[in-house]
């Protein structure tokens, strides 16, 4: 066959077969009477065999080794394609989310996209300091992508730079909370913690308590905390139970003691927590340490309910326990009295 009737057969181009002849990668068997190339069944077979190669990502150079070198195994070279096919397809998906966060920035000129582009380039420094002062250092007037923002709170692992980021997503409105939304659903628990903390911070925007109910079910225990303080302050009393466990645990146990108080006061599941935490301080698993940190939680409490539970306590049979419910229901007597004597007060003035 000449070279035209290949090219139309093999879709590889006059001019590349003539390159390959060139190279010596694919030598056409003789030629015409006039000088022109004419191909045989082997050499059209070899231009595939060229072309199967050359859609794995090898080399002219590469595939004219594989060809003609029988030591040239496979093995290691396909490894390497792998490799780099990896290392291309990470930058493609890089330069992808660089586009799409532009793109939803909605950029006025030009000069919009440059500043997105040069915040990009601070946040993916290996500096975090750097990276700290791309989001505390912006022109004034100059809007930060949200989606930016979004993507560098759920990669950063640095805390000084995550709450500057947090902090930057807190001012630029709720919308922050749709763009952390995927990443309470990530493989990565950092990844999770990292998007609830996140979303606790934005919990008054639309979308962000719904976000922070489903993480009360994360398997996660910091997941879990994050959620239900954010919660918890919020009056959302479906936090009471992780709460609770906080407080058994010594996890953050004094934030929560505060936040159970809070609940207690202003959202009428006063039963719910004393309840909870009775039947804490009654199970068999409750040492010492864990009774001790119940009974500061109880003093939070305003209640009747508290003080009876904690005067049950001061006669508990380990001692450390009995002192410390004893002293706080001492606490909530001084309380209540002085709570009277204002009322009594008041009468008076009257």
Known sequence: MLIGEVARHSGV??????????????RPTGRTVGGYREYSAEDV?????????????????????????????????????????????????????????????????????????????????????????????????VPVPVEVLAGAVLAESDPNVAGALRWALARSGGEGVAALAAGTHAEDVDVRRRAVLAIAELADSPGASALLADA???????????????????????????????????????????VLRTLYRDHGCAERITTALARELAAPEADSATRIRLSQALVELPGAAAREILCRLAHDDDRAVALVASAFAGLLDERFSGAGREEAGGDEAE
């Open 13 to 26: 181009s006059p001019r590349m077969l003539r390159h390959y002849d060139a190279l010596g990668l694919v």
């Open 45 to 141: 077979r070899r231009i595939f065999h060229v072309e199967g190669l050359r859609s794995l990502g090898l080399s002219l150079k590469q595939i004219g080794r594989a060809l003609e070198d029988p030591a040239f195994t496979p093995s290691d070279l396909v490894s390497d394609l792998i490799r780099w096919a990896e290392e291309r397809l990470e930058r493609e998906r890089r330069l992808l989310d660089r586009l799409r966060a532009i793109d939803a920035s909605a950029p006025m000129d030009w000069q919009d996209v440059l500043h997105t582009v040069e915040l990009m380039q601070g946040l993916d420094s290996a500096s975090a300091a750097r990276r700290q002062q791309a989001v505390l250092v912006r022109p004034d007037g």
């Open 216 to 258: 009360l079910g994360d398997p996660d225990t910091t997941v879990r905390r994050y959620a239900a303080l954010a919660l918890g302050r919020r009056g959302a009393t479906g936090a009471v139970p992780t709460l609770v466990g906080m407080v058994v645990e010594g996890r953050n146990d004094v934030e929560a003691a505060e």
